[in-house]
């Protein structure tokens, strides 16, 4: 059984649902939670004339901070020791995937839980998929969630 369970969070409907089901894994395994969230500034259109000392750098800090601090209320209510850990992506060339899989190397977690949107075609060429790199650079488990 798994007990050091990483999950990756955005805020969408499918990483919600991610949580939900790592929180009953962790609960049924006694195991321990990480809950992660990828601030990406280097995702933006134009992160060079956002730096570290912008609004927009600010803004996107405290939204993540507040989407931690619910999935960390919403471990709690289910009675898991849960941790969180805000990364901070401002590099261009650095993925979003990288910064997950580099956390769960270093926490040290056995498994991770992402949710993916299950897109197909050419929309998933050009948006990419954040769990399907996660899968092809991470040499742990991964439990991947669908959305609805």
Do not use: C
Not at 59 to 80: F, I, W
């Amino acid at each position: 059984m798994y007990k050091r369970i990483l999950v990756a969070i955005d805020g969408s409907a499918t990483s919600e649902r991610a949580l939900k089901e790592a929180l009953k894994l962790a609960k049924n395994s006694g195991g321990q939670l990480r809950i992660v969230h990828v601030v990406d500034l280097a995702g933006m259109i134009y992160p060079e004339y956002i730096g570290p000392s912008s609004d927009i750098w600010a803004s996107l800090l405290k939204q993540g901070h507040e989407l931690l601090d619910g999935a960390r209320r919403a471990a709690a209510n289910a009675g898991v020791p849960a941790e969180i850990s805000q990364l901070e992506n401002s590099t261009p060339g650095n993925r979003v995937a990288q910064l997950i899989v580099q956390e769960a190397d270093a926490w040290p977690a056995d498994l991770l839980v992402a949710g993916t949107h299950g897109r197909r075609g050419t929309s998933r060429v050009f948006l990419g998929s954040v769990a399907e790199q996660i899968a092809r650079i991470s040499n742990k488990p991964l439990l991947l969630i669908r959305s609805e």
